[in-house]
């Protein structure tokens, strides 16, 4: 029985000069806070400040109305008839009733065959010069 409580007693007298040692190791570090975990806080996102160098608020009341659909189709059908197309090419181009994106695209429309012409007569003067060429090699 004494051997047993030997036994008890290194074994509780080791188990205390362990804690004993442990305590002292720790001691430091938990003062210095080495044990705890450190608090991160993670920054509220901040967008940066935008200045408004435009004091007045957006006017969109110089904007003209847009061409309705029914507008572009009576467009549609008037250019369909032959000579009138040609001279409401014009109107509508340099017109002073026009709204500006009609008047805008029948510009581009009249320049685009004004280019077509150009091209045409072209290739016409090359096809007639290269006939010509021809009929005098016989």
């Known amino acids: 029985m ?11 007298g080791a188990g ?7 305590s002292q190791f720790q001691q430091p570090y938990q003062q210095q806070g080495y044990y705890q975990q450190p608090q ?10 935008q200045q408004n160098f435009y004091q007045q608020p ?3 009341s110089g904007l003209e ?3 309705s659909i029914g507008e572009w189709l009576v467009t549609m059908l008037i250019l369909m008839i032959p000579c009138v197309n040609i001279v409401m090419l ?7 009733g026009t709204k500006k994106s009609k008047s805008n695209f029948f510009k581009a429309q009249l320049i685009m065959a004004l280019v077509i012409i150009v091209l045409w ?6 096809a007639f010069a290269a006939g ?3 009929l005098n090699s016989f």
């Open 65 to 67: 109305e847009p061409i």
């Open 132 to 134: 010509a060429s021809m």
């Open 16 to 22: 205390a000069e362990q804690q004993q040692q442990q």
């Open 121 to 126: 007569l072209i290739i016409a003067l090359i």
């Open 40 to 49: 991160y806080q993670q920054q509220p996102y901040q967008q940066p400040v």
């Open 90 to 96: 014009f109107v509508w181009a340099f017109g002073s």
């Open 58 to 60: 957006y006017d969109n």
């Open 2 to 12: 004494d051997n047993n409580n030997m036994y008890d007693q290194d074994k509780s």
